[in-house]
Protein backbone atom coordinates (compact mmCIF):
# COMPACT_ATOMS: atom_id res chain seq x y z
CA UNK A 1 0.00 0.00 0.00
CA UNK A 2 1.20 3.00 -1.10
CA UNK A 3 2.41 5.47 2.00
CA UNK A 4 -0.47 8.14 1.10
CA UNK A 5 -2.84 5.50 1.63
CA UNK A 6 -1.15 3.82 4.64
CA UNK A 7 -1.36 7.81 5.91
CA UNK A 8 -5.14 8.06 5.64
CA UNK A 9 -6.08 4.87 6.99
CA UNK A 10 -4.14 5.85 10.19
CA UNK A 11 -6.12 9.24 10.27
CA UNK A 12 -9.00 6.93 10.01
CA UNK A 13 -8.32 4.46 12.75
CA UNK A 14 -7.40 7.41 14.95
CA UNK A 15 -11.00 8.46 14.45
CA UNK A 16 -10.34 11.93 12.48
CA UNK A 17 -12.40 10.91 9.17
CA UNK A 18 -15.58 12.33 10.44
CA UNK A 19 -14.04 15.22 12.12
CA UNK A 20 -12.29 15.91 8.44
CA UNK A 21 -15.24 15.24 6.11
CA UNK A 22 -16.13 19.11 6.04
CA UNK A 23 -12.67 20.22 5.24
CA UNK A 24 -12.33 17.26 2.90
CA UNK A 25 -15.42 18.80 0.87
CA UNK A 26 -14.20 22.42 1.21
CA UNK A 27 -10.85 21.71 -0.63
CA UNK A 28 -12.55 19.64 -3.12
CA UNK A 29 -15.12 22.57 -3.86
CA UNK A 30 -12.27 24.54 -4.46
CA UNK A 31 -10.33 22.38 -6.66
CA UNK A 32 -13.65 22.07 -8.60
CA UNK A 33 -14.31 25.97 -8.72
CA UNK A 34 -10.70 26.70 -10.31
CA UNK A 35 -10.83 23.61 -12.74
CA UNK A 36 -14.12 24.87 -13.95
CA UNK A 37 -12.67 28.53 -14.07
CA UNK A 38 -9.61 27.73 -16.10
CA UNK A 39 -11.38 24.86 -18.35
CA UNK A 40 -15.12 25.94 -18.22
CA UNK A 41 -18.16 24.05 -16.80
CA UNK A 42 -18.70 20.93 -18.71
CA UNK A 43 -16.72 17.77 -17.59
CA UNK A 44 -16.90 16.44 -20.94
CA UNK A 45 -14.42 19.24 -22.50
CA UNK A 46 -12.59 19.58 -19.61
CA UNK A 47 -10.06 16.74 -18.09
CA UNK A 48 -8.84 18.54 -15.33
CA UNK A 49 -12.73 19.08 -13.97
CA UNK A 50 -13.63 15.78 -14.43
CA UNK A 51 -10.86 14.47 -12.62
CA UNK A 52 -11.81 16.64 -9.91
CA UNK A 53 -15.50 15.55 -9.96
CA UNK A 54 -14.29 12.02 -10.10
CA UNK A 55 -12.60 12.64 -6.80
CA UNK A 56 -15.16 14.42 -5.14
CA UNK A 57 -17.82 11.38 -6.26
CA UNK A 58 -14.70 9.08 -4.41
CA UNK A 59 -15.41 10.83 -1.18
CA UNK A 60 -19.27 10.41 -1.54
CA UNK A 61 -19.87 14.05 -2.20
CA UNK A 62 -23.36 15.18 -2.85
CA UNK A 63 -24.20 16.05 -6.36
CA UNK A 64 -25.79 19.37 -5.60
CA UNK A 65 -22.41 20.79 -3.93
CA UNK A 66 -20.37 19.66 -7.26
CA UNK A 67 -23.03 21.74 -9.30
CA UNK A 68 -22.31 24.89 -6.80
CA UNK A 69 -18.67 24.41 -7.00
CA UNK A 70 -19.23 24.08 -10.79
CA UNK A 71 -21.17 27.64 -11.13
CA UNK A 72 -18.99 29.30 -8.56
CA UNK A 73 -15.84 28.46 -11.02
CA UNK A 74 -17.83 29.10 -13.91
CA UNK A 75 -19.04 32.54 -12.70
CA UNK A 76 -23.12 31.91 -12.81
CA UNK A 77 -22.47 31.85 -8.68
CA UNK A 78 -20.83 34.05 -6.58
CA UNK A 79 -17.06 32.83 -5.65
CA UNK A 80 -13.51 33.14 -4.60
CA UNK A 81 -10.82 33.39 -7.20
CA UNK A 82 -8.30 30.94 -6.17
CA UNK A 83 -4.46 30.81 -6.70
CA UNK A 84 -2.62 27.57 -7.44
CA UNK A 85 0.75 27.41 -5.31
CA UNK A 86 3.23 24.50 -5.29
CA UNK A 87 6.06 24.21 -2.30
CA UNK A 88 8.54 21.39 -2.01
CA UNK A 89 10.19 20.72 1.27
CA UNK A 90 11.75 18.51 3.35
CA UNK A 91 10.94 17.50 7.02
CA UNK A 92 13.54 16.21 9.79
CA UNK A 93 15.08 13.21 8.71
CA UNK A 94 15.19 13.89 4.63
CA UNK A 95 11.69 13.09 3.86
CA UNK A 96 10.47 14.76 1.09
CA UNK A 97 7.31 16.42 1.06
CA UNK A 98 5.03 18.04 -2.10
CA UNK A 99 2.64 20.49 -1.04
CA UNK A 100 -0.08 21.69 -3.09
CA UNK A 101 -2.24 24.82 -2.20
CA UNK A 102 -4.84 26.82 -3.64
CA UNK A 103 -5.23 30.38 -1.64
CA UNK A 104 -7.25 33.33 -2.36
CA UNK A 105 -4.11 35.45 -0.31
CA UNK A 106 -0.60 33.92 -1.49
CA UNK A 107 1.74 35.74 1.05
CA UNK A 108 -1.17 34.56 4.11
CA UNK A 109 -0.33 30.72 2.63
CA UNK A 110 3.39 31.28 2.19
CA UNK A 111 3.73 32.71 5.59
CA UNK A 112 1.30 29.78 7.71
CA UNK A 113 3.56 27.18 5.76
CA UNK A 114 6.50 28.32 6.66
CA UNK A 115 5.51 29.20 9.98
CA UNK A 116 4.79 25.07 10.26
CA UNK A 117 7.88 23.83 8.54
CA UNK A 118 9.88 25.61 11.08
CA UNK A 119 8.26 24.91 13.83
CA UNK A 120 8.58 21.05 13.26
CA UNK A 121 12.42 21.33 12.32
CA UNK A 122 11.39 20.99 8.49
CA UNK A 123 12.56 23.80 5.68
CA UNK A 124 11.71 24.21 2.06
CA UNK A 125 13.40 22.89 -0.22
CA UNK A 126 14.34 24.48 -4.17
CA UNK A 127 12.24 23.40 -6.66
CA UNK A 128 12.17 20.31 -8.52
CA UNK A 129 14.29 18.59 -5.90
CA UNK A 130 11.05 17.43 -4.19
CA UNK A 131 8.59 16.91 -7.24
CA UNK A 132 11.34 14.52 -9.19
CA UNK A 133 11.06 12.03 -6.54
CA UNK A 134 7.32 11.14 -6.86
CA UNK A 135 5.11 9.93 -10.00
CA UNK A 136 1.51 10.34 -10.77
CA UNK A 137 -0.45 7.30 -10.13
CA UNK A 138 -4.59 6.63 -9.42
CA UNK A 139 -5.14 5.24 -5.86
CA UNK A 140 -8.83 4.11 -5.46
CA UNK A 141 -9.56 2.97 -1.84
CA UNK A 142 -12.66 0.53 -0.65
CA UNK A 143 -13.20 -0.62 2.49
CA UNK A 144 -11.47 -4.53 3.13
CA UNK A 145 -14.56 -4.98 5.51
CA UNK A 146 -16.90 -4.73 3.22
CA UNK A 147 -15.66 -6.00 -0.15
CA UNK A 148 -13.05 -8.77 -0.61
CA UNK A 149 -9.92 -8.41 -2.71
CA UNK A 150 -10.87 -10.97 -5.15
CA UNK A 151 -14.28 -9.24 -5.86
CA UNK A 152 -12.24 -5.66 -6.62
CA UNK A 153 -9.95 -7.21 -8.00
CA UNK A 154 -11.85 -8.74 -11.23
CA UNK A 155 -13.57 -5.45 -11.62
CA UNK A 156 -10.14 -3.46 -11.66
CA UNK A 157 -8.11 -5.50 -13.77
CA UNK A 158 -10.89 -5.63 -16.24
CA UNK A 159 -11.03 -1.83 -16.26
CA UNK A 160 -7.28 -1.82 -16.34
CA UNK A 161 -5.73 -1.69 -13.08
CA UNK A 162 -2.06 -1.85 -12.45
CA UNK A 163 -2.53 -3.58 -9.14
CA UNK A 164 -5.11 -4.31 -5.82
CA UNK A 165 -3.78 -5.13 -2.64
CA UNK A 166 -5.22 -5.73 0.59
CA UNK A 167 -3.83 -3.90 3.97
CA UNK A 168 -5.40 -2.77 7.21
CA UNK A 169 -8.76 -3.44 6.04
CA UNK A 170 -8.23 -0.96 2.99
CA UNK A 171 -8.20 -2.02 -0.25
CA UNK A 172 -6.22 -0.33 -2.70
CA UNK A 173 -6.87 -0.32 -6.78
CA UNK A 174 -3.52 1.26 -8.21
CA UNK A 175 -4.03 2.47 -11.81
CA UNK A 176 -2.01 5.20 -14.37
CA UNK A 177 -3.21 8.48 -14.66
CA UNK A 178 -4.38 7.75 -17.87
CA UNK A 179 -6.54 4.49 -16.62
CA UNK A 180 -8.01 6.30 -13.46
CA UNK A 181 -11.07 7.13 -14.94
CA UNK A 182 -12.26 4.39 -16.98
CA UNK A 183 -11.57 2.09 -13.82
CA UNK A 184 -13.26 3.91 -11.11
CA UNK A 185 -16.44 4.59 -13.63
CA UNK A 186 -16.52 0.65 -14.51
CA UNK A 187 -16.45 0.33 -10.49
CA UNK A 188 -19.34 2.35 -10.09
CA UNK A 189 -21.12 0.84 -12.77
CA UNK A 190 -20.35 -2.31 -10.79
CA UNK A 191 -22.13 -0.70 -7.66
CA UNK A 192 -19.13 -0.84 -5.61
CA UNK A 193 -18.76 2.14 -3.05
CA UNK A 194 -15.07 3.95 -2.97
CA UNK A 195 -13.46 5.93 -0.13
CA UNK A 196 -11.56 8.31 -1.67
CA UNK A 197 -10.61 8.27 -5.66
CA UNK A 198 -7.87 10.83 -6.98
CA UNK A 199 -4.72 11.29 -9.12
CA UNK A 200 -2.15 10.90 -6.86
CA UNK A 201 1.59 11.98 -6.37
CA UNK A 202 3.28 8.68 -5.30
CA UNK A 203 6.82 8.51 -3.95
CA UNK A 204 9.24 6.68 -6.29
CA UNK A 205 11.54 5.55 -2.93
CA UNK A 206 10.42 6.01 0.45
CA UNK A 207 12.56 6.94 3.68
CA UNK A 208 12.66 4.52 6.48
CA UNK A 209 12.84 6.54 9.96
CA UNK A 210 12.50 4.84 13.49
CA UNK A 211 9.22 4.92 15.02
CA UNK A 212 9.33 8.38 16.56
CA UNK A 213 10.96 10.11 13.17
CA UNK A 214 7.99 8.30 11.12
CA UNK A 215 5.69 10.05 14.23
CA UNK A 216 7.04 13.55 13.98
CA UNK A 217 7.09 13.47 9.92
CA UNK A 218 3.12 12.11 10.24
CA UNK A 219 2.49 15.35 12.86
CA UNK A 220 4.16 17.77 10.14
CA UNK A 221 1.90 16.60 7.14
CA UNK A 222 -1.21 16.77 9.85
CA UNK A 223 -0.61 20.24 10.62
CA UNK A 224 0.17 21.12 7.12
CA UNK A 225 -3.09 19.41 5.92
CA UNK A 226 -5.12 21.46 8.32
CA UNK A 227 -4.53 24.62 6.65
CA UNK A 228 -7.45 25.86 5.43
CA UNK A 229 -5.08 26.99 2.12
CA UNK A 230 -3.22 23.87 1.73
CA UNK A 231 -5.16 21.46 -0.97
CA UNK A 232 -2.84 18.24 -0.93
CA UNK A 233 -0.03 16.90 0.62
CA UNK A 234 1.99 13.97 -0.60
CA UNK A 235 5.44 12.42 1.03
CA UNK A 236 7.75 9.90 0.87
CA UNK A 237 7.85 8.64 4.48
CA UNK A 238 7.60 4.75 4.53
CA UNK A 239 4.85 3.85 7.36
CA UNK A 240 5.64 0.66 9.18
CA UNK A 241 3.04 -2.33 9.00
CA UNK A 242 1.15 -1.80 12.16
CA UNK A 243 2.16 1.44 12.92
CA UNK A 244 -0.03 3.53 15.44
CA UNK A 245 0.23 7.04 15.37
CA UNK A 246 0.10 9.11 18.41
Request: aromatic content about 4%; glycine content about 8%.
Amino acid sequence: MSGHSKWATIKHKKGAADAKRGQMFTKLIKEISIAARMGGGDPEGNPRLRTAVLKARGANMPKDNIDRAIKKGTGELEGVNYEELIYEAYAPGGVAIFIEVLTDNKNRAAADIRNILTRAGGQLATSGSVSRLFKRQGIITLDGEKYTEDQVMEAAIEGGAEDVALSDDIIEVLTAPEDFEPVLNLLNEKNFETMSAEVSMVAEVEVSLDHDGTAKALRLIEKLEENDDVQNVYSNVEIPEGFEAE
